[in-house]
């Protein structure tokens, strides 16, 4: 998210250099796998023929690693009976990925039968001071990412945006919503905070004892991987939750390059919430693999 406002040290300019145009830094550019990979699917998303269906199967859309985690949320909502789910971005800042998000529901929605709600937090002020060494001091400052109330607002429709103290406005928003949020459990989540400290408080959704309000596998996308190690940032938020929740572990998913189209790099940074003590956890989804393997002839 906010590609346009990285940082170099994050884009990996050598030396910390700015681009200045030039065919050596078009080359620097193409010379990166997403690059390519974003390139290529604009591409292919042109030719004709490829409708809406292509484009979301083969993952040719706007940011398709938000596609990717509707798409998980409500399959999984409709195999185990579930009218509606909630999809939800953690760090909206000028807002581009919470109309992705809000696209993609509309798409899936009407493709599943499956009402998706779109929610999205943040402080809505850019970036507080950081609070731990964790929280990359080095690369974000208070300040970063701010937002244009009004002009994101205008374009929201059914898409809620909520304000404010995200150590506030997550208790508040679980107490006061839990009845629709039964109806309609949280599905996925975008994590896009960048520190460590405020991943950790957006963590507090999957802390608390109540499972109503989540399904029993939550899609987790983490924005702020690349360029980081396991001990800082986002990385770090989820180490921690996992020490001290080891029956609701966050772990990437395994081999799912493999199974995505066009071995997407984002596919690194989907995680699964397994809430292991959810009621629900053990529930067969019907459809979700095979069920015998015969032998060939």
């Known amino acids: 998210m906010r590609r346009s406002s990285r940082t170099t040290a994050q884009k990996g300019h050598p030396f910390g250099r700015r681009p200045s145009g030039g065919v050596a830094d ?16 604009r591409l292919l998303r042109k030719l004709p023929g490829v409708g809406a269906a292509a484009a979301y199967r083969f993952g040719l859309v706007e940011r398709p690693h938000y596609a990717y985690g509707v798409r ?14 909630t999809v939800v971005e953690f760090g909206v800042a000028g807002g581009n990925g919470l109309l992705a998000l809000a696209e993609h529901a509309r798409y899936y929605a009407a493709a599943t039968g499956v009402a998706v709600r779109v929610v999205g ?13 964790r929280d990359l ?6 300040g970063f990412y701010t937002m244009d109330h009004d002009r994101l607002r205008a374009r929201l429709g059914t898409a809620e945006l909520v304000i ?17 949020l039964r109806d309609h459990p949280v599905g996925f989540v975008s994590l896009d905070l960048d520190y460590c400290s405020s991943t950790n408080t957006a963590l507090g959704l999957f802390r608390g004892p109540a499972h109503e309000h989540l399904l029993p596998r939550v899609t987790c996308y983490l924005d702020d991987l690349p360029g980081t190690i396991e001990q800082i940032g986002e990385a770090a938020a989820i180490a921690d ?3 001290a929740h ?46 015998q393997l015969p032998l060939d002839h």
């Open 72 to 85: 998980r949320a409500t399959e999984l909502a409709a195999r185990l009976g579930h009218r509606g789910v």
């Open 137 to 142: 001091p080095y690369l974000f400052g208070p």
């Open 26 to 41: 078009v080359l620097w550019d193409w010379s990166k796998s997403g690059t390519r990979h974003a390139a290529r699917n």
């Open 164 to 180: 404010g103290d995200l150590a506030e406005t997550l208790p508040a928003y679980l107490d006061t919503h839990a009845h629709l």
């Open 121 to 133: 937090f943040d402080s809505g002020a850019g970036m507080p001071a950081a609070k731990d060494p």
């Open 241 to 243: 939750f996992n020490t």
């Open 246 to 291: 080891t029956d609701r572990p966050i772990g990437r998913v395994l081999g799912l390059r493999a199974f995505t189209p066009f071995d997407p790099p984002w596919a690194d940074q989907i995680y699964v919430h397994h809430r292991l003590d959810h009621p629900d956890y053990g529930r067969l989804e019907i459809g979700a693999t095979g069920d």
